[in-house]
């Protein structure tokens, strides 16, 4: 048991470290809200079950092939965060209330946590030093809390964000710039992460 706790603890302050997922959590949650904060945390929470799958199943092979294919995706996926980032930093204000966010922020975030390959690589080196006896049950489980801990985090950030939102709306020209440069963070944060 010290070791899950050791894990929650880790994996606490993992999530407080701002990267590529929390950055694009804060601009969709100031954007749209916190039920959309929130579809953004389900989206990179399953990217990186995705990654998780893999390391659980301990396919260090397939792991070095998923790094180096994924290298593509995460180029289209800097290119197209960049692009959001600038076409919402031009955008013109408009009213909090008839923003509607489309589903595809579920995919959006989901496409950032699982082509990063910073994240996959490390992942799986993270993860196995809690995993104790090694068996696939414990490896599981093990991945689990990590899932849990990274969830509520990431939570966490889209209730921070989207408790902002409302005084950013009183200068929506300001919110569309703040949140197109967390957006162009995120494509920055994905461009800068190498195995």
């Not at 893999?54 to 800097?78: H, K, N």
């Not at 902002?164 to 992460?193: K, M, P, Q, S």
């Amino acid at each position: 048991m010290n070791s899950i706790a050791a894990l929650v603890v880790a994996s606490g302050i993992l999530v407080l470290i701002p990267g590529p997922n929390a950055a694009l959590i804060v601009a969709n949650s100031l954007r749209y809200g916190f039920r959309m904060g929130v579809m953004t945390v389900l989206g990179t929470t399953a990217g990186v079950a995705v990654q998780l799958v893999l390391v659980v199943a301990g396919l260090a092979a397939v792991i070095e092939l998923a790094a180096d294919l994924l290298t593509w995706v995460r180029w289209t996926g800097v290119f197209y965060l960049l692009w959001l980032g600038v076409r919402t930093w031009r955008e013109p204000a408009t009213d909090l209330e008839k923003v509607a966010a489309a589903p595809a922020l579920f995919w959006r975030g989901c496409m950032l946590a699982a082509a990063n390959p910073k994240t996959l690589l490390f992942n799986a080196a993270f993860i196995p030093q809690f995993a104790g006896d090694g068996s696939g049950a414990h490896f599981a489980l093990v991945a689990g809390v990590f899932l849990g801990v990274l969830f509520a985090g990431d939570v966490a950030w889209a209730l921070f964000a989207s408790s902002a939102r409302e005084f950013l709306g009183r200068f929506a020209h300001w919110r569309n710039r703040v949140t197109g440069a967390f957006l162009t963070a995120a494509g920055i944060g994905l461009a800068l992460a190498r195995r």
